[in-house]
């Protein structure tokens, strides 16, 4: 699916949400229009959302325990890949990945070491999509395609 941060915004259209079942297999490509490469905000630590679920149904969980990827682009014009998890309210960043303009990226949701679903307390979720920010809205308009694999 093709998501569109618009400049000025920090949710991604077409935004919703659905309920996700967790024990399933799930393999994803990602890819970024050349606008998310561009996209470079000076905002300590801050981290944009590609995609992710809550560990549970409360909706309101999304900073109390909820497994997000993340991306942040550079001032060399690469994107650096994040896991973003928080778990009892406590954020934990982990750095995966860089790419360049042109690449993208194929994430194993379920793969052998677990990392994503490592802690999590409930086999369901809500789908969380493409978010810009921290605390500034995107400066142009980038484009987020999530094409599930598996």
Known sequence: MKYTI????HYAWPMFTRPMWLDKQRAYRIAF????????????GAVNKIFGWTD???LNSIHKNSRRLGWRPNKDR?????LYFYTDGILTKTEKTKIHKGE???Y???SSNGEFLKGTRHKWGWWLSPFFGGELPSPN?????IKKIK
């Open 33 to 44: 229009s050349d606008e998310c490469f561009e996209s470079y905000v000076e905002e300590k």
């Open 78 to 82: 690469t994107i650096t890949v994040f």
């Open 104 to 106: 993208g990226i194929r």
């Open 6 to 9: 618009k400049k000025g915004h």
């Open 108 to 110: 194993n949701v379920n």
């Open 141 to 145: 308009n980038c484009t987020v395609i």
């Open 56 to 58: 549970g149904l409360a």
